[in-house]
């Protein structure tokens, strides 16, 4: 069993930074390919970013590309998302994901990210 806790969201204001984290406690996530997502208020969850096992590949939305960055430390059993150049439409909860190429997933509780114009 894999539980992730994120951290790391809060209230910015538009243009500045936020990092967040998604730590696991059990197994180690070094099998798993992670992931963040996001639910805006009356929206459906949306695919943010995606790192490979060994964070050789990533993988973003269009509406993050350049201003996120998704990466992960295995020895820490951490992944993380630094957002950049935060816009008042990233405002939501920001979800990370375990998955295997399977069917197996795992999901954190959430955090919220709110940005202020």
């Known amino acids: 069993q894999v539980q992730l806790v994120e951290s790391g969201g809060g209230r910015m204001q538009a243009g500045g930074s936020l990092r967040l984290s998604c730590a696991s406690s059990?197994?180690?996530?070094?099998?798993?390919?992670m992931g963040w997502f996001r639910r805006a208020p009356g929206k459906e969850r949306e695919f943010v970013a995606e790192?490979?096992?060994?964070?050789?590949?990533?993988y973003y939305a269009d509406a993050v590309k350049g201003r996120f960055t998704i990466s992960r430390d295995n020895a820490e059993n951490t992944v993380y998302l630094q957002m950049d150049s935060l816009k008042p439409e990233d405002t939501a909860v920001y979800y990370c994901?375990?998955?295997?190429?399977?069917?197996?997933?795992?999901w954190g509780q959430g955090t919220q990210v709110t940005v202020s114009s």
């Open positions: 059990g197994r180690t996530l070094s099998t798993y390919i």
């Open positions: 790192i490979t096992r060994g964070g050789t590949r990533t």
């Open positions: 994901k375990a998955r295997t190429t399977g069917s197996t997933e795992y």
